[in-house]
């Protein structure tokens, strides 16, 4: 069996697995383990961004974060200003050493956040972060099956939401260069999106293309469980049509996530109408304490799987930990090995990396 053909065989497996097994629900990491959909911790009803404030005042510092704030020290910080405004910050930072003097300092991510909530339907937020890159939508839950309308400008719902920003299928999936800011992703458009007890779905028309329909973004996610495992599987595909040609991709991604352990995996197909390249993102986490998981991972890049191209592979093992509701760190050792070609080019090397993540 080839090394392409692997991460389909398994999403093929759990599909079997799924189609026979009863209802239950979630999406990575932590929601993969406690059954629930990202719009529990998430303004943003696909996940990411501000944060809900019962996960910032209940979930977090209850379940998730090493230390335990008193009732008294989170009354005192709250994010939410009113019934209606809330607020939010995220700033995530790396420091990295390596072989051949790569060391350096990278300000991955700094982004304040406000979102508002006009009545039970009615919801709109903004996000502003480092270099300009802005999001912000209005939200109408007034759609079937749990529905809403979303309009604005926003990361359209695409595969997972990665928080490495070095994994492939996040630094790779429309620039075959790289860029590990979504705001690669991020476009105006309108999003339609429903959920049931074992399924949900988005579809966004986005601008770009010189009529409407050429670019979109589309998912469709499955969960299940089989015992004490939460299964998910899924779909999506994403089109951007720019100036100087298109870029798209598509592909499958799930999770199998049981006791401690929790595997979330993604494979995408790219292209640009003149190569297509592959992606594959795994991550494994096993929880050793509260707050504390051993974490590997595994990212596969090859520009043009149609020929020589060259090929990027990482392997990475470490610690990934929240300390507070309001401060993590992630110590990772990665390698990097580089098969050279047309479009890659490079040496094996090692990286140590430090993360520090502060959020509110």
């Not at 903004?126 to 999001?135: I, L, N, P, S, T």
């Not at 949900?200 to 979109?216: I, K, V």
């Not at 050279?340 to 090397?349: A, H």
Request: one cysteine or more.
């Amino acid at each position: 069996m080839s090394a392409r053909a692997i991460p389909w065989v398994l999403l093929l497996a759990l599909s079997a697995i799924m189609l026979q097994a009863p209802s239950a629900g979630a999406l990575p990491r932590y929601s993969a383990r406690y059954g629930q959909r990202c719009a529990l911790c998430h303004v943003e009803p696909t996940g990411g961004g501000l944060r809900t404030t019962y996960a910032t005042m209940a979930l977090v510092p209850e379940e998730l974060s090493v230390l335990k704030p008193t009732a008294e020290e989170l009354a005192a910080i709250r994010p939410d200003l009113s019934e209606a405004v809330t607020v939010g910050l995220d700033l995530r930072s790396l420091i990295y050493q390596g072989e051949d003097d790569r060391s350096g300092q990278l300000d991955m991510q700094a982004d304040v956040s406000v979102g508002v909530q006009m009545d039970r339907r009615f919801a709109a937020y903004v996000e502003v972060g480092k270099g300009g890159a802005q999001e912000y939508a209005g939200l109408a839950y007034v759609l079937p099956c749990g529905g809403y309308l979303k309009a604005g400008r926003f990361t359209p719902d695409y595969g997972w939401h990665w928080d490495d920003h070095t994994m492939a299928s996040r630094e790779f999936l429309l620039d075959e260069n790289g860029s590990p800011s979504p705001a690669a992703l991020t476009e105006a458009g309108v999003e339609l999106g429903a959920h049931g007890q074992w399924w949900e779905a988005t579809g966004s028309l986005l601008q770009g293309g010189a009529e409407n329909g050429q670019s979109y973004a589309g998912r469709l996610a499955l969960r299940r469980s089989v015992g004490a495992a939460n299964l998910a599987l899924g779909a999506s595909v994403v089109r951007r049509e720019l100036p100087v040609g298109h870029t798209r991709a598509w592909g499958g991604f799930g999770y199998a996530s049981a006791g401690p352990a929790t595997w979330v995996f993604e494979a995408d197909e790219t292209g640009n109408g003149a190569r297509n390249g592959l992606l594959i993102s795994q991550e494994l986490t096993y929880q050793v304490a509260r707050g504390i998981h051993a974490r590997g991972t595994y990212s596969y890049h090859d520009p043009d799987h149609r020929s020589q191209s060259g090929t990027r592979n990482r392997w990475g093992a470490g610690v990934d930990s929240l300390i507070s509701p309001f401060f993590g760190a992630l110590l990772m050792a990665n390698y990097y090995h580089v098969r050279s070609g047309e479009l890659v080019d490079g040496t094996d090397y090692w990286q140590g990396e430090l993360v520090l993540h502060f959020l509110y």
